[in-house]
């Protein structure tokens, strides 16, 4: 929470604390890191060490004076890290509580569908986990549900800019903006929700026949409103602000807001604070990840910037995107994450002097696709842990989805390339 403070702080008042503000923030966040790191798995404590390890010796044989690459490395992701933390603390807020009439049918399971697309885009795993366990308390935990809550979630990774994917593509890639991305992506993802709706509704009738749904109610709706209205705000009163910080403040003030309005001050601020005394540390998978990740990116920064290493003066298109999307799903079902992908490529592609948008979709549907067919992405190991549905499973059912959506993403780089956006 000290490194959320800090981010915040140092984008509101840059100049008062000048390098205090970063220091403190990676300062705090590595603390906890390595306070929480006994609770990590011994896989993920091997990855995250290997990242550091090599991220810390190729930036100093690249060159980088070492307090100068201390000073990065220490905070290259906080901003990331801090609209995390805050999104995190919108759980607390039950707008998805499944209360309302218990429907059946297709219509029941298009309004789930819809419900996790909704949810699912401010809340992220949160609403997936709510919408589940109802099902499953009602017995539609099957395979049939998970797969189609799966396929609808990952696919707001594409354009939801309370995904941490947004917030790394826009960490990453300079001159890329979130309305921008927003309006190149959002296609993307309706055409998910169509291909989910048409598979279920012409391959699987039986089950959404059969489906008892999740309410989707119009008051839960609010939420989502209330933190687009509140983003907006912040837009237009401090432009300047970084739009992590934007979406970390409205995160907090929606959350504070919701259970004031619910419960009175008094309880918002009490669980507030419990959540951060006993839910914050259940982040420390993303916390360790991408703290590693971001030694491996300010590494391979200073690799390319000291011009040892120089890619083909290619220019980055459509067929070049397309080729750096294969190749990023590639590594994700062979379980590299997404974020290390990116931070990875990140400097390498940089040097092509890509157009921004172009790059920054690349990333985000990478993102997207890359979470809905690795086995060992948190949302299906999430699932086969919660539910027992093996994730591989969930992956190779998946796959023809994804395969559609990757041409898709190949139509959307062609439109993008070819009419010169971004």
């Known amino acids: ?81 801090c609209m995390l933390i805050a999104v ?56 049939f549900a998970l797969e189609s809550l799966t396929r609808v979630f990952t696919a707001s990774a594409a354009w939801s800019p309370f995904f941490a994917g947004m917030a790394v593509v826009i960490e990453y890639v300079p001159g890329a903006t979130v309305s921008a991305l927003m309006a190149a992506s959002l ?15 012409f391959r699987r009738v039986d089950e959404t026949q059969h489906f008892e749904g999740f309410p989707l109610a119009l008051s839960a709706l609010m939420l989502p409103l209330v933190l687009a209205v509140l983003v907006v705000c912040a837009f237009v009163l401090q432009p300047a602000l970084p739009i992590v910080v934007m979406i970390a403040l409205s995160a907090l003030t929606a ?18 604070a419990e959540h951060v005394e006993t839910g914050l540390a259940n982040g420390v998978n993303e916390l360790v990840l991408f703290l590693a990740a971001g030694v491996l990116a300010v590494g391979l920064a200073a690799l390319f910037d000291s011009g040892q290493v120089q890619l083909p003066n290619a220019p980055y298109d459509w067929v070049f995107a397309s080729l750096a999307l294969a190749a990023m799903l590639f590594f994700a079902v062979l379980g590299v994450h997404p974020v290390v992908s990116v931070t990875g490529l990140a400097p390498a592609l940089l040097a092509l002097s890509p157009p921004p948008v172009l790059l920054a979709l690349t990333f985000l549907f ?45 139509a959307s780089f062609y439109v993008v390339d070819v009419n010169g956006i971004g």
């Not at 296609?187 to 509704?201: D, E, I, K, N, S």
């Not at 959350?255 to 419960?263: D, E, P, S, W």
């Not at 539910?387 to 992956?395: D, I, P, S, T």
Request: aromatic share 12%.
């Open 366 to 410: 990478a993102w997207s696709l890359g979470t809905s067919v690795s086995p060992l992405s948190a949302t299906l190991l999430t699932v086969q842990g919660r539910y027992g549905l093996a994730g591989w499973r969930v992956a190779c059912a998946n796959a023809p989805f994804a395969a559609a959506l990757f041409v898709v993403a190949v």
């Open 255 to 272: 959350c504070f807001g919701f259970l004031a309005f619910a419960k009175g001050a008094q309880h918002a601020f009490r669980e507030m």
């Open 88 to 143: 995190g603390f919108l759980r607390l807020v039950p707008i998805a509580s499944g209360r309302g009439p218990r429907r059946r049918g297709a219509a029941a399971w298009r309004d789930t569908m819809l419900a996790t697309a909704v949810f699912g885009s401010v809340i992220n795993i949160s609403a997936l986990l709510i919408i589940a366990d109802y099902l499953r308390a009602r017995g539609g935990g099957r395979a």
């Open 1 to 81: 929470m000290l490194m959320v403070l800090a981010v915040v702080s140092d984008a509101i008042a840059p100049s008062i604390g000048d390098r205090v503000f970063p220091w403190a923030a990676g300062i705090s966040s590595w603390f906890a890191a390595v306070v929480l790191w006994p609770s990590l798995s011994a896989g993920l404590r091997v990855a995250a060490l290997a990242l550091i390890a090599l991220g810390t010796a190729i930036g100093l044989l690249s060159g980088l004076d070492w307090l100068v690459f201390l000073e990065q490395a220490l905070s290259r992701n906080a901003g990331i890290l």
């Open 187 to 201: 296609p993307y993802a309706l055409v998910a929700m169509l291909f989910t709706w048409a598979w279920g509704r």
